[in-house]
């Protein structure tokens, strides 16, 4: 189901932050410049309606709190609803990713362009009373949304809300910043239109026994932005990846719905036991996908770093590395920095080449009204601004559900049900949106041929953080723990197994239990990306690969504890040139067609306003009076097509017709009689084709115009506008040019 909001006037849903030299008040926007509405906006305007009609008695006592929530609650609301995404958004999104891989496209499509066809700059300022002028320093800038956009806005609640949603749908009539001084009117409506998405059919193969091992693994693809926190003291900053503990809480309300279970009395269920309390099932964390997105890449190992002020990367997990940095080997090499210059890096590693990931984040403020409704403000002691750092929009992840067969096939029944599900906090409105799909089912490899050889080193890399318990039970970050874990499952003596050199970095995990309403214990532990280097001084071990599919330390259901074994370390070190991801041109361009057209409108129009400044500064000091160019720009200013204007032309008298005749070539006006003018359309249509070609790009001539129904004269029904915004900023051009010259005279003739 989804909320449609249609704008009936110009509206600000002011984003918190700025642009600077631009405007002081922005609207949240996608990276290309698509306008998106804060879920956020719209359900405390929702809650604001609701309260309302509790206060006249249509709503009973504490049905606002029952639908939309209140601080505290363990369980949450089962209202949900989604950032508002303009209409044909996700085509849009996919031309506008298109056009970022060309360099010509890139600059015609960017940010700001995309913007101007959604939004326009209005400015105002406040009057003193007294004086009757503005106040200093209160001009303010702020970027509205038009008139007539159409958002929606996806949403979820059990259908015996919908008649209560409806109502609180028709009453809520504004939104925004200035909603009290016209701005921010709207239309909500419910669109009961499918849009969801059909259920997927298992990948499971007739060979899947029930007690065999198997792993589910998963495209997850974030709709809407994440916070996801898990470290002590940083609640309002997200990770940089999607932690397993909450895909595994989220699977886990998804459980309990889809089988009609009890909260309070779920753990009695046999597999829901299994699944996710006695950690039967690992359901590990999610991190970004590679190029091709089908495998993830994981944290970059603490041990590679990188030469300051160059490219050249070393990896002090590799024998030959570590002594050319350390012992000096080699000559001198500037002070290597640890990683690769980015702790949001995510790598994915081949014989030494190393191909990077980054996660992009981005701040997103909030504004808590004041509990008393007729403050529309935050003020002293109640209410409050406040913001996160979180996981930005339309990344993909890549994550694994890994257990025994009959678990996995309960767990991808439930995904191919539900497709969309939400993750973090704030989940029920704006964060947390994401979309699920199955990549394949499989068994782990269970034949494993490698050898740890007496005397060799082995790299053991840490790709997610890990909880170590010692022999008394307490919990601490130590490797010689891991190590010993290590020995114990390849049934090796722990004192025959060596570490060699280790390079750490730990972490504080916390986390928070909503079903316990209270925050999770805080441990240390070992963070992903430390690299522990041991040696074998025992007897030949074999499957040393086979670490890679166990879990080591605590927590591991939440996917805590898992390593790659010489994932790197054995070859030199080398970043790779090609980290772009192949994007094609999507098949049907139909529904970005206006966008298309605004955008390339308006680059004809800045074109033409080019073409008039050049031709007034031929002009010198214009040979016209400034009266007589304040009459042309009144006709041409109030004049609806060419007949119109040539009319007002034909009437002209003959000593204005004498005037018309010193400008008629920057005009394109021809004459038809004695001092008789009219334009020459012809002319002027010429330019326009000369100007478009002059910006010829085939890709766009040739790709995107077929695709989107559209040709080279994309603007034959506004050749009129175009000489509109021609004629009258060439004439504003003169009339400041005589303004200067006329004022340079007088100054002279004081002299």
């Known amino acids: 189901m989804r909320i449609k909001l249609e704008l009936r006037s110009d509206a600000i849903p002011g984003c918190g932050y700025g642009t600077a030299g631009l405007v002081d008040t922005d609207i949240s926007h996608d990276e290309f410049g698509l306008p998106i509405i804060p879920a956020k906006r719209i359900k405390g305007i929702l809650r604001e309606s609701a309260r309302d009609l509790e206060d006249v008695n249509i709503f009973a006592h504490g049905r606002t709190d029952e639908i939309f929530g209140f601080g505290g609650d363990k369980i949450g609301t089962e209202f949900k609803i989604s950032d508002g995404y303009p209409e044909n958004y996700s085509e849009q999104r996919e031309l506008l990713q298109f056009c970022q891989t060309d360099e010509d496209l890139s600059r015609i499509f960017n940010r700001e362009t995309v913007l101007s066809f959604y939004t326009y700059a209005r400015s105002q300022t406040s009057i003193d009373d007294e004086k009757g002028v503005a106040e200093k320093d209160t001009l303010r800038t702020f970027r509205v949304l038009k008139k007539g956009l159409v958002f929606y806005f996806d949403t979820e609640y059990p259908p015996e809300w919908q008649s209560d949603i409806e109502t609180i749908c028709k009453v809520t009539r504004k939104f925004g910043i200035s909603r009290t001084r016209g701005m921010g009117e709207l239309d909500l409506t419910i669109d009961k239109s499918d849009h969801t998405q059909n259920a997927g059919e298992s990948k499971l193969g007739e060979d899947f026994e029930d007690e065999d091992l198997c792993r589910l693994n998963l495209s997850i693809h974030n709709i809407g932005q994440l916070i996801v926190t898990i470290q002590v003291g940083k609640d309002q900053i997200s990770e940089n990846y999607i932690p397993g503990t909450f895909i595994l809480g989220t699977m886990a309300n998804a459980f309990i719905r889809n089988f009609g279970l009890d909260f309070s009395s ?129 990344q993909h992840f890549i994550s694994h559900i890994t257990g025994k067969c009959k678990y996995i096939k309960v767990m991808n029944e439930i995904i191919n049900k539900r497709k969309t599900f939400c993750f973090g906090k704030s989940k029920t409105a704006q964060y947390g949106r994401c979309e699920v799909e199955e990549i394949s089912i499989e068994k782990p490899d269970g034949s494993y041929s490698d050898e740890w050889k007496q005397g060799e080193p082995v790299v053991f890399t840490l790709v997610s953080d890990m909880i170590l318990r010692n022999e008394d039970g307490f919990v601490t970050p130590d490797p010689k723990i891991l190590k010993d874990e290590i020995a114990e499952e390849l049934k090796a003596d722990k004192e025959k197994i060596e570490i060699k050199r280790s390079f750490l970095k730990f972490k504080q995990i916390g986390g928070y ?34 670490l890679e599919n166990h879990s080591f330390g605590i927590r591991t259901e939440e996917g805590f504890g898992r390593i790659k074994v010489n994932w790197h370390g054995q070859d030199k070190t080398v970043l790779s040139d090609d980290n772009r991801q192949d994007i094609s ?66 009437r002209l008298k003959e000593r204005a017709g004498k005037q018309s005749d010193k400008i008629a070539s920057y005009l394109f006006l021809k004459e038809t009689g004695k001092n008789k003018f009219i334009v020459n359309e012809a002319e002027f249509i010429d330019l326009l084709k000369e100007l478009r070609d002059s910006k010829d790009i085939s890709t766009l001539r040739d790709i995107i115009f077929p695709n989107a129904g559209m040709d080279e004269d994309f603007y034959e029904n506004r050749i009129f506008e175009l000489y509109q915004s021609y004629a009258i900023h060439l004439l504003t051009l003169l009339r400041l040019h005589k303004r200067k010259a006329d004022n340079s005279a007088k100054r002279q003739h004081k002299r």
């Open 266 to 394: 779920a753990h009695h269920h046999q597999d829901f036991r299994n699944i996710f309390l006695n950690g039967d099932v690992i359901f590990s964390n999610a991190y970004p996908a590679d190029k091709s997105g089908k495998e993830p890449c994981y944290p970059c190992p603490v041990s590679i770093v990188k030469e300051k002020n160059r490219e050249r990367c070393f990896d002090m997990a590799n024998e030959f590395d570590f002594d050319e940095i350390v012992k000096g080997k080699e000559g001198s090499i500037s002070v290597p920095k640890p990683g690769l210059g980015n702790e949001k890096k995510f790598v994915r590693i081949n014989r030494g080449e190393v191909s990077t990931q980054s996660l992009f984040s981005e701040v997103a403020y909030h504004h808590q009204r004041p509990k008393d409704r007729k403050f529309g403000h935050a003020k002293e002691g109640d209410g409050k601004f406040f913001q996160f750092t979180v996981i930005k929009p339309s």
């Open 513 to 546: 239990s909503g079903v316990w309403n209270m925050p999770k214990i805080q441990t240390p532990a070992l963070a992903a990306g430390s690299v522990i280097v041991c040696k074998n001084n025992g007897n030949d071990l074999a499957d040393v690969l086979s």
């Open 585 to 650: 041109i999507p098949d049907n361009l139909e529904k970005s067609k206006d966008l298309i057209q605004d955008i390339l409108y308006r680059r004809l129009e800045d074109a033409l306003k080019n073409e008039a400044v050049q031709k007034a500064e031929e002009t010198g000091k214009p040979p016209v009076t400034n009266s007589f160019i304040s009459k042309m720009i009144l006709f041409v200013n109030s004049s609806k097509d060419f007949d119109k204007l040539n009319e007002k032309f034909l």
